[in-house]
């Protein structure tokens, strides 16, 4: 046997040990007798654990030989098909990577189930793969709860907070369009070494912090500690030194080598999670077998006394010592059971190497915006329902408005029309929010609809999603967009892979409010002004908003959410902060920046722009605050060069309707692009190479952006900025030419 060959090692001395009998000492002394716990039961968990060794040992093989992929297995984590007995399959479970025996002991639960094959299709990347279509090695099923995770460093962990908490709040609600039932929990598995992640951290503190103030959230942490993090070690006390004795949430340690201790333990962490409805962190004691992965080679950062130590306490050894300890099998019984699943596991694998794969970009792509569970929305409400929310409110509807009040409006009226929606973020609630956006709110809404969070984006995006995952619309808001870079892998890792992922089985709704962008005056520096959205031209699938006055603001949010609630989409809908309460265009009081809130019914289209002028000497093309100015400058453009230009407002940025943008161009050659955001990465770059590369005739293009510069505090913050000027000076530039 190879040295580096650990999984041919521990195979073949599984068997020989059973022979000989040479079972490994008890590091829990717990009998059968004593509890209530049948032996079928410890069988089914038995039959699942060898399935899973040999599912881990068969898919090391058919890597070597290029036919199977991403083979994270879970030799040594045998012990949670515990949890896949215990729980029920209506409890939604996040899981971590080394989940596989969880997964096929929970899929026994329903009769239909094929876990060995819909895993093995993913093993080998096949089309065919139930759950994710060959997209990547998941564990997820929409029968059985699970929400496909890719990689699980802690990411999943607040959105399982959020998942959690809306149980509760969907019974109190009374919510129609919840999917989990009053009295289920949520189930969510990691590694010890994920547990320092920031972001762990963040979902741990966020469930804590809820339970203390008297919030549910009826989750159970599970962390399955094998002391390493790929080749770092864990401190052997550092979990349990850590997280037993914090504040709102119960802490349970059990050894996950012991199949009577884990099944106790369990049902303790059980009871105590669905009868009192907080936080429990179960500390599953464990080891891990075969390094971290296929390809990582234990020997090159481990002793091989160290690496045999864990082998001489192979989870299975401990099992199949309590299968004939308790007269549930004997060793003829349990050699015979390794065999036939070594039989059946590689019969199944080897026909799951043949079935299909995903071959073309368009069929890999097919499923970014993909959603199975179309819904419709409901009714505009009447106006005599609306009279009552608004209050002495209703009659300043039909007056001219600046954009903060119409979105203010927009969002009362969303959260009448749609009860599954829910408004949330640092100091929206009694405060309004920071520039009194969502002022009133909570007064019309109540604590259950409209409710501040902890300061931490993390938690604010995660708990989103958790919620959308419970038959919620979340409309979560980050104060600014500087501080959405503390949380962006919670709406690009998690958020936007899930319908990917999962072939839109699992979706995540969501309008994601961010006010931003620059222009600001007395208030300022990057943290507070910043220009780059460049970081949501990275995220397939998403909506990007960005309305540049009160009545495309109102129309385009209900356009969002509409969206999140037809299509699961996630919409991130940026708010440019210096247009909030700006009511004049041209002249101080000429009040052409104010506006009528737009009739309920009416909305923008994805991708539709606004056309301002019909000359075609010069487009400028621009975005929210880039519009403002183009307006400002369009009277002296035209004055100047004695020729009739046009502006568009593309209000969408992603999609961007570039035949539609084309065609409103039509003759026109010269065109000026107006970004308000940095130059290197802004959308404005996006335009110019989709206008150079869709279009015949020549055309002579200007990309006008900000400076590549963070934003400066006081007299200086526009410095770097497009200004009216500046956009009067360079299209003369580009109609003199």
Not at 370 to 381: D, E, F, Q, V, Y
Request: charged share 25%; proline share 4%.
């Amino acid at each position: 046997m190879s040295l580096f060959n650990r999984a041919e090692v521990i195979d073949q001395n599984f068997t020989r040990w059973i022979v000989a009998g040479e079972f490994p000492q008890a590091k829990t002394e717990i009998s059968l007798p004593q509890n209530d716990i049948l032996k079928t039961d410890l069988i089914s968990i038995f039959e699942s654990q060898v399935t899973s060794r040999h599912m881990d040992i068969y898919a090391r093989q058919l890597k070597n030989k290029g036919e199977c992929f991403y083979t994270i297995g879970s030799s040594g984590h045998e012990g949670n098909a515990v949890f896949g007995k215990i729980f029920s399959y209506k409890d939604m479970a996040f899981l971590h990577y080394r989940s596989g025996p969880f997964y096929l002991e929970r899929s026994k639960q329903l009769s239909n189930s094929t876990p060995i094959h819909d895993m093995a299709l993913s093993f080998m990347a096949s089309s065919d793969d139930p759950i994710s279509g060959g997209r990547h090695k998941v564990l997820g099923s929409e029968e059985l709860n699970i929400p496909p995770q890719t990689s699980t460093i802690a990411s999943h962990i607040p959105k399982a907070v959020g998942t959690a908490f809306s149980i509760d709040r969907a019974r109190d609600l009374n919510l129609s369009e919840s999917k989990l039932d009053n009295d289920s929990i949520v189930l969510c598995s990691f590694g010890d070494a994920s547990a320092n992640h920031a972001t762990a951290l963040s979902g741990f503190n966020t469930a804590c912090l809820v339970s203390s103030q008297g919030g549910h959230v009826p989750i159970i942490f599970i962390c399955e500690d094998n002391g390493t993090g790929i080749s770092v070690p864990t401190d052997g006390k550092w979990i349990e030194n850590n997280f037993s004795n914090r504040f709102g949430m119960q802490y349970l340690k059990t050894d996950g080598l012991h199949l009577i201790d884990l099944i106790l333990k369990t049902k303790e962490a059980e009871n105590i999670c669905r009868l009192t409805r907080n936080p429990v962190f179960l500390h599953m004691k464990t080891i891990r077998l075969m390094g971290h992965a296929g390809s990582d080679v234990e020997v090159g950062y481990r002793k091989i006394q160290e690496i045999e130590t864990d082998e001489n306490h192979d989870p299975l050894m401990h099992s199949a010592r309590i299968m004939i300890e308790n007269d549930c099998l004997s060793k003829e019984d349990i050699i015979s059971l390794y065999e036939q699943k070594r039989a059946q596991v590689a019969y199944v694998f080897d026909n799951a190497v043949s079935r299909p794969k995903l071959k073309t970009a368009k069929d890999i792509m097919s499923t970014i915006i993909s959603n199975k569970h179309t819904r419709s929305a409901p009714k505009h409400p009447s106006n005599t329902m609306r009279k009552k929310v608004f209050g002495k409110e209703f009659d300043r509807l039909k007056y001219p408005q600046h954009m903060g009040k119409l979105i203010n409006y927009a969002l009362t009226d969303i959260l009448l029309q749609y009860p599954n929606t829910v408004i949330f973020g640092e100091d929206v609630a009694q405060k309004g929010g920071v520039y009194h956006v969502t002022a009133d709110l909570y007064k019309q809404f109540g604590i259950r609809r409209v409710f501040n969070s902890p300061l931490d984006e993390t938690s604010i995006i995660g708990f989103g999603l958790g919620l959308g995952h419970n038959g919620f619309v979340p409309i979560p808001e980050i104060q600014f967009l500087a501080y959405f870079h503390n949380a962006e892998d919670q709406l690009r890792g998690e958020a936007s892979t899930l319908p990917f992922f999962s072939e839109g089985r699992f979706t995540n709704p969501m309008v994601l409010r961010i006010p931003g962008l620059a222009y600001q005056k007395g208030f300022g520096g990057h943290f507070h002004n910043d220009n780059s959205l460049t970081i949501f031209r990275d995220i397939p699938g998403l909506i990007l908003a960005v309305p540049s006055n009160g009545a495309d603001a109102a129309k385009m949010l209900r356009t969002s959410v509409r969206e999140a609630v037809e299509n699961g989409r996630i919409v991130v809908f940026i708010e440019p902060i210096a247009l909030y309460m700006t009511k004049d265009l041209h002249t101080e009081k000429d009040g052409k920046w104010v506006f009528e809130y737009p009739n309920p019914n009416d909305e923008i289209s994805l991708g539709e722009f606004m056309t301002y002028g019909t000359g075609r000497a010069l487009t400028i093309i621009t975005y929210g605050n880039g519009l403002y100015l183009s307006l400002k400058a369009k009277k002296a453009i035209e004055s100047r060069s004695r020729k009739k230009i046009k502006v568009i407002d593309l209000r969408w940025l992603s999609p961007i309707d570039v035949p539609r943008l084309i065609k409103s161009i039509g003759s026109c050659k010269k065109i000026l692009i107006v970004d308000e955001c940095r130059r290197t990465g802004c959308h404005g770059e996006e335009i110019y190479m989709k206008l150079s590369q869709s279009t015949n005739k020549a055309l002579d293009i200007f990309l006008h952006a900000a400076e590549d510069s963070f934003i400066p505090l006081g007299v200086s913050a526009t410095v770097t900025l497009p200004s009216t000027e500046s956009i009067i000076n360079n299209a003369l530039d580009l109609l003199d030419e």
